[in-house]
């Protein structure tokens, strides 16, 4: 949950304090990163203490229900907190849910500020700046207030759009930008470390979706087999027309093993019946934006779509898609290949958020909301 880093300098005498400051909000947000698929419903949020300078003490909401960040770092940093600096990825809570409100803790630590990178979305945990203000410490807002929203996109999707849940469209790409060979077998593009970092982006999600093409091409499992488990197992999802998926594919035969959802506009009654006694869910939408609503009642506020290139234009014309996660493989496929996208050009309209190699293989973030600079 949090561990003591007494003594420990971040700041440079030449960066100036805007810069050591920056730099202790960046520890606090990757010291969040920590709690990835612990904490939902609830953010990730991390906490660092500085006095005279100096971390001393960190924290981390480390899983749901446990102690949050602020708590945990001012726990490390002890009698030390009197006085001190803190920064926290988000506004502390003021009310009482499953733990004690963080600012009657950062009150009675004696704390002189604290800085947070950006408000709550929430109005039943928010006005903690209020509360703390008026025990006479100094709040500030603002620092590296996009990376924290970005952590914990999904949570402020929740609160802020409600009905909307985040979604991150995933596909892995072919050097020339294909995502198969046409009419032959499935094509592996990415390597191991890639395909690890896929199941941690499974990992911080309430749902992967993928098309019935995908379910009966590939028969995948669609769950976290790397890295740390999630608290909660993401609902695997199938967007199906007729509600037609074979019995015989793992998703269908592990249904009552991992929450299996088929969306489907025009179910037979009795393939629906078939999959209600096989454990599979389904839910009768039409078009991406119903099912996306019909999935947030349910209380999905983040999905990862896996689902080939069928899919995939299908949320990009329904404007769905928040983020678009590209694996591009040094491999080329070559001419008549199966292409992901009708505009091959589609990419380079958007602003890069990311971008990070895992061996071979680039992984580059694009937020289709907004155009490249």
């Known amino acids: 949950m949090g561990r003591s880093a007494s003594g420990s300098r971040i700041s440079a005498p030449k960066a100036g304090r805007a810069a050591a400051e920056r730099a202790f909000m960046r520890r606090a947000l990757a010291l969040a990163r920590r709690g990835w698929g612990r904490t939902a419903p609830n953010p990730m949020v991390g906490a660092v203490v500085v006095r005279d300078g100096r971390v001393v003490g960190e924290g981390w909401h480390a899983h749901y229900g446990g102690p949050h960040a602020e708590v945990a770092a001012l726990h490390a ?8 600096t803190v920064y ?31 408000r709550d979305p929430n ?40 009905g909307q849940p985040w979604v991150v469209l995933k596909l892995a790409l072919s050097a020339d930008g294909a995502v198969a060979e046409r009419g032959r ?36 499992m669609l769950t976290v087999r ?28 592990t249904a009552r093993e991992v929450p299996t959802v088929v969306i489907a506009a025009r179910p037979g009654q009795r393939s629906e019946h078939s999959l209600f006694r096989n454990g599979v869910e389904v839910l009768r939408a039409r078009g991406i934006r119903s099912s996306l609503q019909v999935l947030a009642s349910h209380g999905v506020h983040s999905v990862l779509v896996e689902g080939g290139p069928t899919l995939a234009r299908a949320f990009l014309r329904a404007r769905a898609v928040d983020r678009i996660v590209i694996f591009q493989s040094p491999r080329r496929l070559g001419a008549g290949a199966l292409a992901a996208f009708d505009d091959a050009s589609l990419l380079d309209r958007y602003r890069v958020v990311a971008r990070r190699r895992f061996g071979p293989d680039m992984m580059t973030t694009y937020d289709p909301r907004l155009p490249r600079d």
Do not use: S
Not at 77 to 84: P, T, V
Not at 230 to 235: A, K
Not at 236 to 246: E, L, N, S
């Open 88 to 118: 926290v990825t988000l506004e502390p809570c003021a009310h009482l849910g499953k733990v004690p409100p963080c600012t009657d803790a950062l009150i009675a630590a004696g704390v002189r500020r604290v800085v947070c990178a950006t």
């Open 77 to 84: 940093a002890g009698a030390k907190a009197r006085g001190a």
């Open 185 to 220: 077998a499935r094509v592996k593009l990415t390597g191991p470390r890639a395909d690890r970092e896929v199941h941690r982006m499974r990992a911080g999600v309430d749902a992967i979706a993928i098309g019935i093409g995908t379910a009966v091409a590939d028969d995948p």
């Open 123 to 162: 109005p039943v945990a928010a006005r903690g700046a209020a509360k703390l203000r008026r025990a006479g410490i100094a709040v500030e807002f603002g620092l590296e207030e996009d990376g924290a929203r970005e952590l914990n996109a999904p949570f402020f999707a929740a609160h802020e759009r409600p």
């Open 226 to 253: 790397h890295g740390r488990k999630p608290r909660i197992p993401p609902v695997r999802v199938v967007f199906d027309h007729r509600a037609r998926i074979a019995r015989r594919l793992l998703l269908v035969a």
